[in-house]
């Protein structure tokens, strides 16, 4: 690892203003994907600004007919909340799929969000639920939030605070793992909203997370895991690695999608 | 260079830290507790498991500067000098929950933390399912489970937490 600077401000503003002043400076809050990839040398930033110590950015709770989760809650805090077991039990059983419970006991939804990698998780749920990220700037709409591999709508000064999920009616996640990273080698995360369905694909694509129209129209018609019959998802634009090809992960988005709308409907 | 405070193992520690320095460096090289071990150095294998403010977390993966006011313990601070073991270190002997022994310190750390989060009934099933991030190399995993659930019956009836 190169040396670096190490900031630890108390406010969001602080952080902000940080990232102001040194350009290159990066953001860390539990450091799972930073220091591995500092540890690399593929990332050198000459400052580090700590977002973990700032009071009230780790919040839980519901806002009106939103559940907001704040930028440093950690996924262990999401995957055993009551208020998030409550509103949206899905996104709790996600959070309890991350990593392994010491990986859990660090990583943070805001850094899972601001790193956007394609394997991960959290992507799947914002963007399938509709959820809203909020930053020190502004307000994003998941859909204008991802911008493809590792990419975001985030500014280089800009931090993101919370997140808010509005409530679906019904949802669920499955994953397909890979048994030695236990990142998801195909994960779809089905949401049941009052106005649509969205179905939202991570791990498969190689531009990111992604939604897939088709399952969601005929979703939209009847809520149930036999209208998928038949409909596939094209290879193309999917990763293939040495863990699957292209094809494999095709077809595991339209085994997982059918069973995501089972458990989803078996949820109530 | 950072200064640091931070409670090791019940004790205050001050120190002057390279900000790059990781807390298990820190732990290791610094205050000379070496019983956490380093395997992986990419958080996988889990024999670096501190808990941080109660919590098991991976000390590779963890800067020292972060740990600055926060309360650490290792396993050397499970139960003190000359005293007895802890349950779960006396359970790991009697169960024989190691062959080289390597990944011990990380394995007891880790099975206390399951103990605090899911109390001292736990079934082989939650067991494995809560090792995901502590690996074996001997594949010794038999007698680690067996070991983790004496262990937790055995720390209902102590006062090392």
């Known amino acids: 690892m190169y040396e670096f600077k190490y900031h630890r401000p108390a406010t969001v503003r602080q952080a902000a203003n940080l990232l102001v002043k040194n350009e290159d400076a ?147 996640y499955i994953k397909f793992r890979n048994q030695a990273s236990r990142y998801a080698l195909v994960g779809v995360f089905v949401a049941k909203r009052p106005s649509d369905v969205r179905v939202a694909v991570t791990g498969a694509g190689s531009e990111g997370v992604f939604r897939v129209t088709s399952f969601e129209e005929a979703l939209k018609k009847r809520f149930s895991p036999k209208v998928l019959d038949g409909l596939t998802v094209p290879a193309e634009g999917l990763n293939s690695d040495l863990h699957g090809s292209a094809e494999y992960r095709a077809h595991l988005i339209s085994v997982l999608a059918r069973r995501a709308v089972e458990a989803a409907t078996g949820k109530a | 260079m950072a200064k640091i405070s931070l409670i090791v193992n019940g004790n205050p520690v001050n120190a002057n830290v390279d900000p790059r320095t990781l807390l298990v460096q820190f732990l290791r090289e610094n205050l000379r507790l070496t019983g956490t071990h380093v395997g992986c150095d990419t958080s996988q294998c889990g024999a670096c498991v501190v808990h941080l403010d109660g919590k ?106």
Do not use: W
Request: with cysteine.
């Open chain 2, 56 to 161: 098991a977390v991976k000390s590779c993966t963890t800067l020292a500067v972060m740990a600055d006011g926060h309360e650490v313990k290792t396993i050397e601070g499970l139960a003190p000098d000359g005293a007895p073991l802890h349950p779960m270190q006396e359970a790991f002997r009697e169960h024989h929950g190691l062959q080289c022994g390597f990944c011990t310190p990380g394995m007891i750390m880790t099975a206390v933390d399951i103990v605090h989060r899911k109390g001292h009934d736990l079934s082989d099933h939650t067991i494995r399912e809560e090792l995901e991030g502590n690996l074996c190399r001997c594949t010794g995993y038999q007698n680690i489970v067996a070991s983790i659930a004496a262990g937790a019956k055995a720390m209902a009836n102590s006062d090392l937490a």
């Open chain 1, 26 to 172: 990066k953001v860390i809050a539990g450091g799972h994907t930073l220091l591995p990839v500092m540890k690399q040398r593929l990332a050198s930033p000459p400052h580090l600004v700590d977002l973990s110590h700032i009071e009230g950015l780790d919040g839980i709770e519901m806002k009106g007919r939103s559940l907001v989760i704040g930028a440093t809650a950690k996924h262990a805090n999401v995957a055993t909340s009551a208020v998030v077991g409550e509103a949206i039990p899905a996104l709790a059983e996600l959070a309890g799929m991350i990593g392994d419970p010491a990986v859990r006991h660090k990583g943070t939804i805001g850094g899972s969000l601001a790193n956007n990698d394609p394997t991960a998780d959290y992507p799947a749920a914002v963007l399938a639920l509709g959820a809203t990220i909020v930053t020190n700037k502004r307000r994003l709409k998941a859909e204008e939030y991802f911008q493809g591999l590792f990419t975001t709508a985030l500014e280089s000064d800009e931090i993101i605070t919370k997140v808010m999920f509005p409530l679906p009616k019904k949802a669920a």
